[in-house]
């Protein structure tokens, strides 16, 4: 199963939704009312049970968790850095 069907499976199964066939991948879950602050830590539980991560503190950003589709980046690029820690690392620093 793809990260972002991991996701989404998540969030159907988590929280309520009206609708569940019209959430977007890049729609906002806060502004739409599908997540809140308890939501979001609440995701951020399955993330770090699920994929064996530490999602720290300045990781807790509408950038990184507002939508599927910015989870899903999010986690390609954590999922990166705890694989190939030194990689990564030096591929970041090198694109600053």
């Known amino acids: 199963m793809s990260l972002r ?5 998540f969030i159907l199964e ?3 939704l009206e609708n ?6 890049d729609e906002s879950m806060l502004e739409k009312g599908i997540m ?3 939501g979001i830590l609440e995701l951020v539980a399955f993330i770090e049970s699920t994929f064996e991560i530490k999602v720290e503190d300045e990781e807790l950003n509408r950038e990184n968790l ?8 999010y986690l390609e690029r954590k999922l990166v850095l705890v694989s190939k820690p030194q990689e990564a690392r030096t591929s970041l620093a090198s694109q600053a």
């Open 5 to 9: 069907d991991q996701i989404r499976n």
């Open 14 to 16: 988590n929280f309520i």
């Open 20 to 25: 569940p066939q019209d959430l977007a991948d």
């Open 36 to 38: 809140d602050s308890t």
């Open 66 to 73: 507002e939508s599927i589709k910015n989870i899903v980046s």
